[in-house]
């Protein structure tokens, strides 16, 4: 399986590129931090390539796809594992902020399917895009409303290029709470948050049982993401959730 894994450089895009790696796939890494990316792929194996890729740069979307496509003798697969959760409240959210989720989340992701189409397509491929509980199964979480918006967004996207392109598979798969791995493959979403922010949201997400402290095994994710790319387009699974528990909906 011909596998490009966007967002690879660390958290759960990492794990998920050696998980599918070590599971045999051949993968190629794209984020922007080439070191990190270079490590994850040595882990990946022996034939697993690191690419550059700013997804918020439209040529360079199409550069690197085309790289990979052509290193990796075509593409099978595509994974959306980028993602950035800025923390602030929506009467504190200035226009670059917005911008820079939507670009991430949502522009760059349509970017780069736009790209790797030709290649899915010819491939009878799939593609599967990680999102969050947060934007549809439970109600916005008070702090996070650029991410939520911006991954809900990214949840109809993704059913409208199924409805466009019905000869690829597209998958939102729903991810709750997961640390990921140690060190570079544990999650950097809220590396850049204000801690006192974050103190003051905090009782409020643990209070509405949006959080609950249990943690998703990211092996449950890799095994769960590797049966959705390995249905390929003609199962058309259209989303999966992948989640610790039951999330809460009030
Ligand atoms: N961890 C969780 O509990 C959880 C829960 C629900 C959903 N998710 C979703 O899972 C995905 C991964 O999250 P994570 O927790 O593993 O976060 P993470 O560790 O911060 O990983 C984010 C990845 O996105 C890449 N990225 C960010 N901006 C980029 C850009 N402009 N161009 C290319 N790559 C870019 C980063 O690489 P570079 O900085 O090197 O470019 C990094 O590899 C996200 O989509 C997130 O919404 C996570």
Redesign the pocket.
Known sequence: MRTVI?????????CLAIGLGKRGASVALL???RE?LEDAAREAGTDAIAIG????DEAGCREAISEAAGRLGGIDALVY?????PLARLTELDAATWRNAFD?NVI?ASLVTAAALPHLEASRGTAAY????SASETPPWPGLGAYIVS?AALNKLVDAWRNEHPTVGFTRVI????A?GEGDAM???S?GWDPELASALFPTWVGRQYMTGDLMDVDDLIRAVETVLRCGASAGIPSIIVAPRKVSST
Do not use: M, N, P, Y
């Open positions: 966007v967002g690879a450089s660390s958290g759960l895009g990492r984020a922007r931090r990190k890729c700013d997804v918020t594992a980028t993602g950035i959760g991430t760059g990680l999102t969050s509980v991954k991810v709750g709470e997961c990921g999650t950097g979403l590396a």
